[in-house]
C-alpha cells in the first residue's frame, strides 16, 4: 500500500508517502463548524487526558495531575471521559460501543490519537509527572508533526491534521471494525499495545517499505528466531518459556531499533522520537542498567523503595516522568492523597518534591 501527499484523499486512493515535511492547513472540526467557545483554543497550550471513569481517579494519580497544574500554569488542562468526548471529535469517529469493550488503556490510545489529530496540542496519560517546562519539546513541532519520547504513548505533542496521526487513526479505525465483526470480540488480538504500539508500528512499517523490498520489516521476527532455533536444536524442550521471552523481546528490539533509524533518518519531519533516557522520562531505566531486569521490576523495584535518593528520579534535561499505573501496586493505588504523602517509598518523595512540600 502507498501514501498520498494529500490526506484527504478517499481512504482507497493509492499513495505515495511524501519525504519533506507537510503543514496541514485543514480547519479542525470546530474550526469548520464554528462552534462558539472552541476557535479560540490555543492548541500549542492545551493539554489532553482521558480517564474513566469520571470523577474517580486513583487519589496518587491526582496528585500527578496537579503536578501539571503546579508546573503549568498557563497550560489549558481537559480530562477528557465518555461524557464530554463528543464535543472533541467528529460524529462517527469510531464505534464506542466495540471501544468500550476495551480496556481503559487502549481506549485512551484511540482517543488520543482522533483527538490530536483532529486539534493538535499535547495529550498526557494521567500517571506522568511534569517537572518542568514543556516549551523545549513544543518548539520541535516547528520542524515535525509529532513528537513522542521513543514509542512511548504517555506524552505525544503533535500539529493538527498530521499525516502520520492521520493513518494511525485510519488503522486503529480497521481494527475497531475488525473486531465489531468477530462475534467473540477477537480476544487473541486484544494485547495491550493493540491499539497504541501495534498500530503506530504497522503504519511506520508500510511508510518505511514503500522505499523497496530491502527496506521492508519482515513480520514475525521472532518466529523465525525459534524456527532457526528448533533446526538447530531438534528439541522442543529446550525453548524454555524464559527462552521465549527472550527470543520475543530480541526479535521486537531488531524491528523497533530499524523503525527507529528510518524515523530518525528519513521520515523524521512526521515523527520525532526523542531518547526516553536522555531525557530522564523513565529514571528506572537509568539507575537499573541490567538488561536481565524486566521493565515491570524495575519500576516497582525504584518506585517502592525507601532508600533511593530523590537526585536519582529527578534528573537534568527532564521535563516529564512517565510512570506505569498497571505496575503500580494496588496496595499504593488505594491510599489516600494524605496517606501516599506520609510514606516513604521514592515516587511519594518525588510527588512531595514537585509539589513543593516538606520533605
Known amino acids: 500500500m502507498k501514501y498520498a501527499h494529500n490526506i484527504n484523499k478517499r481512504e482507497d486512493a493509492p499513495v505515495e508517502p511524501p519525504h519533506g515535511f507537510i503543514k496541514n492547513n485543514t480547519p479542525s472540526f470546530f474550526q469548520r463548524n464554528n462552534m462558539q467557545g472552541y476557535q479560540n483554543m490555543n492548541t500549542e497550550k492545551t493539554i489532553f487526558s482521558f480517564w474513566e471513569p469520571k470523577g474517580n481517579m486513583t487519589p496518587y494519580l491526582e496528585l500527578c495531575r496537579k503536578t501539571w497544574e503546579r508546573n503549568l500554569p498557563d497550560y489549558e488542562i481537559i480530562f477528557l471521559d465518555y461524557s464530554n468526548l463528543g464535543l472533541y471529535l467528529p460524529e462517527g469517529a469510531y464505534d464506542m460501543n466495540i471501544l468500550r469493550k476495551l480496556t481503559l488503556m487502549m481506549q485512551k490510545d484511540a482517543v488520543m490519537v482522533a483527538v490530536l489529530k483532529e486539534h493538535g496540542g499535547i495529550f498526557m496519560d494521567a500517571d506522568t509527572l511534569v517537572t518542568g517546562d514543556l516549551a523545549p519539546l513544543l518548539r520541535m513541532l516547528s520542524h515535525t508533526e509529532v513528537v513522542m519520547f521513543s514509542a512511548h504513548m504517555a506524552f505525544v505533542a503533535a500539529q493538527p491534521g498530521s499525516y502520520l496521526l492521520t493513518l494511525w487513526y485510519k488503522k486503529i479505525q480497521q481494527k475497531l471494525n475488525f473486531l465489531k465483526e468477530e462475534k467473540d470480540g477477537a480476544p ?172
Open 188 to 359: 487473541q488480538f486484544q494485547q495491550w499495545d493493540f491499539i497504541g504500539n501495534s498500530s503506530l508500528a504497522d503504519v511506520m512499517d508500510e511508510m518505511i517499505g514503500t522505499l523497496g523490498f530491502f527496506h521492508r520489516i519482515p513480520k514475525n521476527i521472532s518466529d523465525k528466531f525459534v524456527s532457526a532455533y528448533m533446526k538447530i536444536t531438534h528439541n522442543e524442550n529446550l525453548l524454555t518459556p524464559r527462552l521465549k521471552e527472550l527470543i520475543n523481546r530480541l526479535g521486537s528490539s531488531l524491528a523497533r531499533r530499524k523503525r527507529e533509524f528510518y524515523f530518525r533518518h528519513v521520515f523524521k519531519h512526521h515523527l520525532t522520537m526523542l531518547d526516553r533516557l536522555e531525557y530522564g522520562f523513565i529514571p528506572e531505566a537509568l539507575y537499573f542498567k541490567s538488561k536481565r531486569m524486566m521493565p515491570e521490576e524495575k519500576y516497582r523495584k525504584f518506585w517502592f523503595d525507601k532508600n533511593i535518593e530523590i537526585k536519582d528520579s529527578l534528573r537534568s534535561n527532564q521535563s516529564l516522568i512517565g510512570l506505569h499505573h498497571s505496575w503500580t501496586p494496588e496496595w499504593y493505588k488505594e491510599l489516600s492523597e494524605k496517606e501516599v504523602l506520609e510514606n516513604d517509598f521514592l515516587l511519594s518523595r518525588t510527588l512531595k518534591h514537585i509539589l513543593g512540600l516538606r520533605l
